[in-house]
């Protein structure tokens, strides 16, 4: 009767768990569809337009920080993208970061894959302050590998484990030059892993050139 049991409880978990991973799955799923098919609506406005070499629509940037001390905290993410639109971008790009406090440390790596529209190419336009800035909508999917030992010890046998996450949200982008910008992003994420890997919300300083 206990195994009877024991099998009943290990049939129920893995079926509630199968359940939940294609819920979440779903629901990104539809999310990013839903993102990508306004960004192909909107495109799909412009096909008559001439369209720009290749070479000037791609672009690239990214962010570095670096902070040294009894924490030490590393993050490197370089992206490619391109402009598939002039309201319109794609980018992807690694994940690099090395974390260290007086206890412990970590080494997180992966990549991410996003879109932006710019739905505010410049604020002036609306409000005549002399402020040049433009606003933009921001989808991304992110895949990161994490240390078992540092994020769930008694969670995983193995050494490390991935943890994929859908982030959305938006930003300023302050333009430094005919291809050059920066960009202060803030980002939630929608399914949250509950490793404490994102702020509440995600706060990012990138650049483009």
């Known amino acids: 009767m206990p195994y009877v049991k024991l099998v009943n409880c ?14 979440i799955v779903r629901r990104n799923g539809l999310m990013i569809l839903l993102f990508f098919g306004i960004s192909y609506m909107i495109t799909g406005q412009q096909n008559n337009r001439e369209v720009p070499p290749l070479k000037e629509r791609l672009f690239f940037g990214g962010n570095i920080g670096l902070q040294f001390g009894t924490y030490t905290n590393i993050d490197i993410s370089p992206i490619i993208g391109l402009w598939v639109h002039p309201r319109i971008i794609v980018a992807a790009g690694p994940d690099f970061l090395y974390y260290k406090d007086p206890y412990n440390h970590t080494t997180i790596y992966g990549g991410k894959v996003y879109t932006e529209i710019i739905f505010l190419q410049d604020l ?55 291809r050059s910008s920066m960009n202060l992003t803030f980002l ?21 050139f």
């Open 124 to 178: 002036n336009n609306m409000l005549p302050l002399g402020i040049h800035l433009g606003l933009f909508l921001h989808g991304e999917y992110e895949a990161l590998s994490l240390e078992s030992a540092y994020f769930a010890p008694a969670r995983y046998d193995s050494e490390r484990f991935m943890v994929n996450t859908f982030l959305a949200g938006g930003g300023i982008r302050q333009q430094l030059g005919r």
């Open 188 to 208: 939630w994420a929608f399914n949250d892993s509950g490793y404490g890997i994102y702020g509440n919300p995600e706060i990012r300083v990138s650049f483009m």
């Open 10 to 23: 290990f049939m129920n978990s893995f079926f509630i768990n199968r359940f939940d991973t294609a819920r």
